[in-house]
């Protein structure tokens, strides 16, 4: 096999991923749900931010939570009574249109006004993979390094608000995020970056006004 | 395209990726020199741990930097004197046998013991590409959590070491690397779990007699 026949194969598989996106878009809109697509490395803070938010916001939401092994995020999810849906994607490195949409089935959507989509705990390949959702969140830890948003542009392009998780640990980890944010606003002029910690609290007070200001 | 189809050709390209690997491990092999594939999440240390070695080392390695994008890792590593060859994937969430052989005929081989190829930051794809080493190394960054293990298992199974990285941040984070240590064992009995801290040097001098007695 040629690799223009391999691209010719990847292209067709993405092309199909995105016919059903757009159905799954059309279907979250009808019910007024926003939809995000949550996006940061293995152990961000992705589940930490939706247990924080489950517990502190106002807003009703649900969840549906994928990991290539293992339901143990959706359980702690549910813990504090989120209705969380596990995808387990048995060594798939990034959800699909079409597993979020035989998640979505499993919950009430007219009950919700926002559903989070937590991705597998990845910074590449999810990026490219459009899920149906209305916008890309991107979490980013800050013990990762200051030059995770220029080693990984595909996401922080496409992301439309960027939070700095685990800001507790910036001090001691050196880390200065100004710089952090001129890289997230050079690729993306209107980034909202958001600092949080989902230990202290620091900074949901912001995140809980920019997700009133998303309700659809 | 059938899933099946699609199944037979991510086969096709797994399989001529091992043939590659196969060829590569010879060539290495040949030339005496002990070939390492380093796996980890983004920012959880593989370059810092490498500028550490090389500081301190009396053993002679290069290596190959996988990324995405940028040369930024490859040129923090030159700095210290260490030959370093940047492979940048654009786009790609794993790097592959024939990449490796291509950066590698940019070494003089016969002039190393070691080849630390650092792959890009991603704990799902580059576990199961055979790049024609000697064995894998998985770097877990203690922010990152305690569950990682459990999570990713597909490259716990196949690293013969662990470097818990980052130990410093252990007693902030509030992590029990015991847990770690017990996840890791389940999947393979036989593996070395380094606890280290490429910020204070603790646990290198273990990671260096572990490379010495690796020595080809």
Same mark, same amino acid.
């Given at each position: 096999m040629s690799s223009s026949e391999r691209i010719d194969i990847e292209q067709s598989a993405q092309s199909r991923n995105e016919d059903v996106a757009e159905q799954n878009r059309q279907v979250f809109r009808q019910a007024g749900v926003t939809v995000m697509n949550m996006i940061g490395s293995p152990g961000c803070g992705k589940t930490s931010i939706l247990e924080y938010t489950a517990g502190h916001f106002d807003g009703t939401f649900a969840a549906i939570i994928g990991d290539v092994e293992t339901a143990l995020d959706s359980e702690r999810l549910s813990r504090t009574g989120v209705r969380a849906v596990p995808i387990e994607t048995g060594g798939s490195c990034h959800l699909t249109a079409e597993m979020v949409r035989d998640a979505a089935r499993e919950l009430n959507l007219e009950e919700i006004d926002f559903l989070f989509v937590e991705n597998v705990g990845n910074l590449v390949c999810p990026s490219t993979f459009d899920l149906g959702e209305e916008f890309k969140v991107a979490v980013v830890s800050?013990? %990762?390094? %200051?030059?995770k948003v220029r080693k990984y542009p595909a996401l922080f392009v496409r992301a439309k608000v960027v939070l700095l998780n685990k800001m507790d640990l910036a001090e001691v980890c050196g880390i200065d995020t100004r710089r952090v944010k001129e890289d997230c606003r050079s690729l993306r002029n209107d980034v909202k970056v958001l600092e949080t910690s989902a230990k202290t609290g620091d900074g949901f007070e912001e995140w809980f006004d920019f997700l009133r200001g998303c309700r659809a």
């Open positions: 800050l013990p %990762e390094g %200051e030059d």
